[in-house]
């Protein structure tokens, strides 16, 4: 299991679909709570690995408040190359996104 958390400045909605639009797995499921001055969504990933015939899953919980966003991803699957590279794809997304701001 892996593990890759920041804090940024960006549209929670901007920023969700442009990971959403580039993930490279399956939605499973998502939760959402809002409240007035905070916002939550987790949502959860899975990929089924041909290569190293497994299923690798990733859990990415965004928040924001009046400080900004920021998100937690949770990489975990059997091998452990494997979910390097699937947590490494997503901080990819996710630092591309930070610099465009």
Do not use: P
Not at 1 to 6: A, L, P, R, V
Not at 39 to 57: A, F, P
Not at 68 to 75: A, D, E, R
């Amino acid at each position: 299991m892996q593990k890759y958390e920041t804090h940024f400045q960006g549209s929670f909605d901007d920023f969700l679909n442009e990971l959403h639009s580039r993930m490279q797995a399956e939605k499973l499921d998502e939760s959402e709570h809002r409240s007035d001055h905070f916002r939550c969504m987790v949502r959860v990933y899975e990929k089924y690995s041909i290569w190293n015939r497994g299923i690798l899953s990733l859990t990415i919980m965004l928040t924001e408040s009046e400080n900004g966003l920021f998100v937690s991803v949770i990489s975990s699957g059997w091998n452990s190359s494997a979910v390097e590279k699937h947590l490494n794809q997503v901080v990819k997304i996710i630092e591309e996104y930070k610099c465009s701001k």
